[in-house]
C-alpha cells in the first residue's frame, strides 16, 4: 500500500527468516496472535489516513478490538498510531471519524473490561508487576542490551540492525543519495508510524522496563512486522546488485541459525521418566510454578490413560491473590493412594505436608531429570525436575506371613491396564524376626487357565532382608511388562518369597504362593 511492490518483497523475506516471528508463528499462544491483531490495525489505521471510508472505519475498529481481546501490549502500538493522528493534517470532520472508531472499539471491550476491574477488586495487579522474574525475562541493563537487540534482530545484528538503520533514516525522508529511491509521496506518513511502532516502542519500552517488567521475547514479537517493513524498506534503498547480495546473506545466516528466542525445559524428558514409573490410577500434582501448562501437555502425551494430573499454578501465579495449595488439593490426594509431586524452583507446599505424614502417606521414589542446557544456563542453582512419588499403604490389616519371617502387609497398584503397559506393583513388607537369609520376591501375572503371562523376580526393596529392622516397613517395587498382544480379560497378581541359595519358596497359608491382588486387562 504505501512502500510499493519491491520494497514490500524484501520486508516479507525479513519477515519470513526472522527467528522471532519464525518462532511465534508456531507457538500455540497468543503472541503471534497479537502480532497479526497489530498489523491488521496499522493496515486499517493507514488506509483510513489516506481515506476514512466507513468500511476501512469498520475493519479498524474490529482490528484494535481483536487486539484489546488478545493482549493488553498492543495499546502500545495504538499510542503510537495517537500521535501520527496528532500530527495527521486533514479535516477535522476526518479526524474525529477515527477519533469515533476508537470509542467504537473502547464499548465493544466494556464487556471484558468488567471482568478485569473485577480482578483488580481482588488484588489482581499482574499488569502493574508486569513479568520480571520469569524465564525469558530481561532487565533493562547494560550487559542484557545486547541479547535483548538479538532477541529483536536476530542473530545476525550489525547486518539487521544496519538495515533497519537505514531504513529508519529513508523512511524519515533524510536520505539523501544519488541513484537511491526516494520514499514515495504517499508513504511520507506511513514511514514515521513504522519507525515509531517498531524501534520507537522497543526504545520505549526498554525504558519503561526500568520500572515494570516489560522485556521478553514474547513481549517484543509484535513489533516484528512493522520491523520487517522497515528492513525491507533499507535493502530498496541498496543499488540492485548490493541489495541482492545482502537480502541473500539475511536469508542464508538467519536460516543456518538456531537462536533460543524462549529458553525452554526438557519437558518431553522429565514427562517419559515420570511415565515410565506412573500407573494409571495415579494422581500428578505439578508445582513447577509458570512452567506447568507445558509440563501438562507433554504429560498428557506420556502418561498411561487415567493418570490425573493437577496444575498449582492457578493458586500460587499471582502474589496478590495467592491461595495455600494444600487445602485446594486435599480432597484429590485423599481420594488417591499414589500421589506424584513434580517440582522445579516453585516452593512446594504439597510436599512438606505429605512428608509429615498428611493422609498416612510415606516417600517412597524420587526422580531428579535434568532441566535441559537452556534452562542449566539461566537457573544453575535449579538443574533438576524432581518427581517424588508418595504412596498411602494399608498396613493396619492382616498380613500375609512367608514362612515365620516375612510379612506382606499390602500392595498397592492399578486396577486396570492395557496390553503392552508396564504394570507397577509396590508391596509392603515388614520382618517378623531379623532374617538370615537375603530373600527374594516374585511376582506373577496370572491367566484364567493358570498360565503366567508376566513376571518380575528381584530383592525386595533397596536394601537386602538381612538388614531390615523388625516391623519396620519396606517399600518393594517389582514391574512387569504385559505382552502387547495378551488377551482381554481378569487376571490374578501373586507373589511369593524365596532364598535365591536353592529357590525354595517360603510356605504362605500353606501354599508357595499368594494372590494379592486381581486386575482386568484391557485391549490396547
Same mark, same amino acid.
Given at each position: 500500500?504505501?512502500?510499493?511492490?519491491?520494497?514490500?518483497?524484501?520486508?516479507?523475506?525479513?519477515?519470513?527468516?526472522?527467528?522471532?516471528?519464525?518462532?511465534?508463528?508456531?507457538?500455540?499462544?497468543?503472541? @503471534?496472535?497479537?502480532?497479526?491483531?497489530?498489523?491488521?490495525?496499522?493496515?486499517?489505521?493507514?488506509?483510513?489516513?489516506?481515506?476514512?471510508?466507513?468500511?476501512?472505519?469498520?475493519?479498524?475498529?474490529?482490528?484494535?478490538?481483536?487486539?484489546?481481546?488478545?493482549?493488553?501490549?498492543?495499546?502500545?502500538?495504538?499510542?503510537?498510531?495517537?500521535?501520527?493522528?496528532?500530527?495527521?493534517?486533514?479535516? $477535522?470532520?476526518?479526524?474525529?471519524?477515527?477519533? @469515533?472508531?476508537?470509542?467504537?472499539?473502547?464499548?465493544?471491550?466494556?464487556?471484558?473490561?468488567?471482568?478485569?476491574?473485577?480482578?483488580?477488586?481482588?488484588?489482581?495487579?499482574?499488569?502493574?508487576?508486569?513479568?520480571?522474574?520469569?524465564?525469558?525475562?530481561?532487565?533493562?541493563?547494560?550487559?542484557?542490551?545486547?541479547?535483548?537487540?538479538?532477541?529483536?534482530? &536476530?542473530?545476525?545484528?550489525?547486518?539487521? #540492525?544496519? +538495515?533497519?538503520?537505514?531504513?529508519? $533514516?529513508?523512511?524519515?525522508?533524510?536520505?539523501?543519495?544519488?541513484?537511491?529511491?526516494?520514499? =514515495?509521496?504517499?508513504?511520507?506518513?506511513? &514511514?514515521?508510524?513504522?519507525?515509531?511502532?517498531?524501534? &520507537?516502542?522497543?526504545?520505549?519500552?526498554?525504558?519503561?522496563?526500568?520500572?515494570?517488567?516489560? *522485556?521478553?521475547?514474547? %513481549?517484543?514479537?509484535?513489533? %516484528?512486522?512493522?520491523?520487517?517493513?522497515?528492513?525491507?524498506?533499507?535493502? $530498496? +534503498?541498496?543499488?540492485?546488485?548490493?541489495?541482492?547480495?545482502?537480502?541473500?546473506?539475511?536469508?542464508?545466516?538467519?536460516?543456518?541459525?538456531?537462536?533460543?528466542?524462549?529458553?525452554?525445559?526438557?519437558?518431553?524428558?522429565?514427562?517419559?521418566? !515420570?511415565?515410565?514409573?506412573?500407573?494409571?490410577?495415579?494422581?500428578?500434582? +505439578?508445582?513447577? #510454578?509458570?512452567?506447568?501448562?507445558?509440563?501438562?501437555?507433554?504429560?498428557?502425551?506420556?502418561?498411561?490413560? #487415567?493418570?490425573?494430573?493437577?496444575?498449582?499454578?492457578?493458586?500460587?501465579?499471582?502474589? @496478590?491473590?495467592?491461595?495455600?495449595?494444600?487445602?485446594?488439593?486435599?480432597?484429590?490426594?485423599?481420594?488417591?493412594?499414589?500421589?506424584? *509431586?513434580?517440582?522445579?524452583?516453585?516452593?512446594?507446599?504439597?510436599?512438606?505436608?505429605?512428608?509429615?505424614?498428611?493422609?498416612?502417606?510415606?516417600?517412597?521414589?524420587?526422580?531428579?531429570?535434568? %532441566?535441559?542446557?537452556?534452562?542449566?544456563?539461566?537457573?544453575?542453582?535449579?538443574?533438576?525436575?524432581?518427581?517424588?512419588?508418595?504412596?498411602?499403604?494399608?498396613?493396619?490389616?492382616?498380613?500375609?506371613?512367608?514362612?515365620?519371617?516375612?510379612?506382606?502387609?499390602?500392595?498397592? !497398584?492399578?486396577?486396570?491396564?492395557?496390553?503392552?503397559?508396564?504394570?507397577?506393583?509396590?508391596?509392603? $513388607?515388614?520382618?517378623? *524376626?531379623?532374617?538370615?537369609?537375603?530373600?527374594?520376591?516374585?511376582?506373577?501375572?496370572?491367566?484364567?487357565?493358570?498360565?503366567?503371562?508376566?513376571?518380575?523376580?528381584?530383592? =525386595? &526393596?533397596?536394601?537386602?532382608?538381612?538388614?531390615?529392622?523388625?516391623?519396620?516397613?519396606?517399600?518393594?517395587?517389582?514391574?512387569?511388562?504385559?505382552?502387547?498382544?495378551?488377551?482381554?480379560?481378569?487376571?490374578?497378581?501373586?507373589?511369593?518369597?524365596?532364598?535365591?541359595?536353592?529357590?525354595?519358596?517360603?510356605?504362605?497359608? @500353606?501354599?508357595?504362593?499368594?494372590?494379592?491382588?486381581? *486386575?482386568?486387562?484391557?485391549?490396547?
Amino acid at each position: 500500500d504505501w512502500l510499493g511492490r519491491g520494497a514490500a518483497s524484501y520486508a516479507a523475506l525479513v519477515f519470513a527468516v526472522l527467528g522471532m516471528a519464525v518462532y511465534y508463528g508456531q507457538e500455540i499462544r497468543d503472541y @503471534g496472535w497479537l502480532a497479526l491483531a497489530v498489523s491488521l490495525m496499522s493496515l486499517f489505521f493507514l488506509r483510513c489516513l489516506r481515506r476514512p471510508h466507513p468500511a476501512r472505519l469498520a475493519g479498524y475498529v474490529l482490528s484494535i478490538v481483536f487486539m484489546l481481546y488478545t493482549v493488553y501490549l498492543g495499546l502500545l502500538v495504538l499510542a503510537v498510531q495517537g500521535i501520527v493522528w496528532l500530527i495527521w493534517r486533514a479535516p $477535522w470532520r476526518d479526524r474525529l471519524r477515527l477519533a @469515533g472508531a476508537w470509542i467504537a472499539a473502547a464499548i465493544l471491550f466494556v464487556p471484558w473490561l468488567v471482568v478485569l476491574l473485577g480482578q483488580y477488586d481482588r488484588g489482581y495487579n499482574s499488569v502493574s508487576q508486569g513479568i520480571s522474574g520469569f524465564p525469558g525475562s530481561y532487565e533493562t541493563a547494560f550487559d542484557t542490551l545486547r541479547p535483548v537487540a538479538e532477541l529483536l534482530l &536476530g542473530s545476525q545484528l550489525a547486518l539487521t #540492525g544496519g +538495515l533497519f538503520a537505514l531504513g529508519a $533514516w529513508g523512511l524519515a525522508g533524510w536520505l539523501v543519495t544519488r541513484g537511491a529511491p526516494s520514499i =514515495p509521496a504517499r508513504a511520507r506518513i506511513a &514511514g514515521p508510524y513504522l519507525v515509531l511502532a517498531s524501534g &520507537g516502542l522497543f526504545v520505549f519500552m526498554l525504558i519503561a522496563n526500568l520500572w515494570i517488567g516489560l *522485556i521478553a521475547a514474547r %513481549t517484543l514479537a509484535y513489533l %516484528t512486522p512493522a520491523l520487517a517493513l522497515v528492513c525491507g524498506w533499507g535493502l $530498496w +534503498l541498496l543499488r540492485p546488485g548490493a541489495r541482492a547480495v545482502f537480502a541473500a546473506l539475511l536469508a542464508i545466516l538467519n536460516l543456518t541459525s538456531d537462536p533460543v528466542i524462549q529458553p525452554r525445559m526438557d519437558y518431553d524428558a522429565a514427562a517419559r521418566a !515420570l511415565a515410565a514409573q506412573a500407573s494409571p490410577g495415579d494422581l500428578v500434582i +505439578l508445582e513447577t #510454578g509458570w512452567d506447568d501448562n507445558a509440563f501438562q501437555y507433554e504429560l498428557s502425551l506420556a502418561l498411561p490413560d #487415567g493418570v490425573q494430573t493437577v496444575r498449582t499454578l492457578p493458586w500460587t501465579g499471582n502474589p @496478590g491473590l495467592a491461595t495455600p495449595v494444600v487445602p485446594q488439593v486435599e480432597d484429590m490426594v485423599r481420594a488417591h493412594r499414589r500421589v506424584w *509431586i513434580v517440582q522445579w524452583l516453585q516452593p512446594s507446599q504439597v510436599m512438606p505436608w505429605l512428608d509429615a505424614g498428611g493422609e498416612g502417606y510415606q516417600p517412597v521414589m524420587t526422580q531428579a531429570t535434568p %532441566t535441559g542446557a537452556q534452562y542449566a544456563v539461566a537457573y544453575p542453582d535449579h538443574p533438576t525436575i524432581r518427581a517424588v512419588l508418595y504412596e498411602r499403604p494399608d498396613l493396619a490389616g492382616d498380613p500375609l506371613i512367608y514362612g515365620d519371617t516375612l510379612a506382606l502387609h499390602d500392595a498397592v !497398584l492399578s486396577g486396570a491396564i492395557r496390553a503392552g503397559e508396564r504394570l507397577h506393583v509396590d508391596l509392603w $513388607w515388614s520382618a517378623l *524376626i531379623p532374617p538370615a537369609l537375603d530373600y527374594s520376591v516374585g511376582v506373577f501375572l496370572l491367566g484364567a487357565d493358570g498360565l503366567v503371562v508376566a513376571e518380575h523376580n528381584g530383592p =525386595p &526393596g533397596d536394601a537386602p532382608t538381612t538388614a531390615w529392622m523388625v516391623g519396620e516397613p519396606v517399600f518393594d517395587r517389582h514391574t512387569l511388562t504385559l505382552p502387547a498382544d495378551l488377551s482381554p480379560g481378569a487376571y490374578q497378581v501373586m507373589v511369593n518369597a524365596y532364598w535365591y541359595g536353592d529357590l525354595e519358596p517360603l510356605r504362605v497359608n @500353606g501354599e508357595v504362593l499368594a494372590v494379592v491382588e486381581r *486386575i482386568e486387562v484391557r485391549e490396547r
